[in-house]
């Protein structure tokens, strides 16, 4: 799979994620955000989980399992508090404010991977700071909710570094996306259940918006982004996805009413700008130590579905054989 088509489903998941934030809301009237949480990624491991006897002769390099353990931790706490920002944020404004992980992702790559990010990313990374804050219409009167979106930027943050590392290092997508769903279930069920509303009844209630936070939401564009992620870097991944925010504020207009101003309709203009720009780019940060010890050589197909396919059938195992080419400079 190039580089191009990676971004492009991540873009394509970032459209899954900012329509799904209305679920999110409104999943709200019927469970406690914990039991809605657990739902949604109990269905969503559900449907991976199959996948998963695809994998099993992938090769996983050393520290295999540690690294699984941090990105499914990573990723529990990261979507328990998405969801929990919505008790006392809009869709618009949660949309935008999670996607602050566009900036501060690179910033967590520096610091933990070394990974420098390009003029160009530092650029658009800037751009879409500048428009979120006209969207949201500035960081003044913060409400619990917002400030609950923003620690969770920071939790996708590291977890979108520790994501790439794992997947360059060990790839095996439908291991690392039913790992973190069903362990994200499991943190969340449990806890829903003793101080939530969890029951039957509600889970009735809430059935669309939770076979649109499980399918879509979950299963479909998590499983996308984490398939493109071997193909692209953590900083490119959070800029792109970061048009999330654009497709949630379009939803929330169009489900729930919600509007916004002529400043925050250029806000979304220039994020957009900015994601297109980087989804487009061919340029990779660089990194002081590549995880591979060469690029990758094929042009899948970009489908989910097809990627373990085509790791075990053009892929040699990691650390082993001639080093293989790609179409982008790696490191």
Known sequence: MSKTRANLLLLFAAALWGLGNVAQKTVLA??????????????????????????????????????????????????????????????TNASFLVSTATVMTPLAAWLLIGERPTASLTAAAGLTVVGAMLLSGGIAGLSSGDLTAILSAGCYALWMVELGRHMQAHARPFTAAATQFLGAAAFALPLGALQGNLSLAAAFAAGPELAILGVFSTAIAFGMQIAAQRFTSASHAAVIVSAESVFGALGAAIFLGERNSPGGALGAAIILGAILSVAMSNRTPQARTPSLAGPIPFDAAPAFAAVPAAWAGNRPALNSGPKEECDDPCG
């Not at 019927?30 to 099993?56: K, N, Q, Y």
């Not at 990723?75 to 919505?86: G, P």
């Open 30 to 91: 019927h469970l406690d955000p914990l039991s809605a949480v657990g739902l949604r990624c109990l269905i969503g491991g559900l449907l991976v989980l199959p996948f998963v006897l695809t994998e099993r002769q992938l090769p996983a390099g050393p520290g295999y399992l540690s690294s699984l353990a941090r990105v499914g931790v990573l990723f529990a706490i990261s979507i328990t508090l998405q969801q929990l920002c919505y008790l006392g944020a809009t869709v």
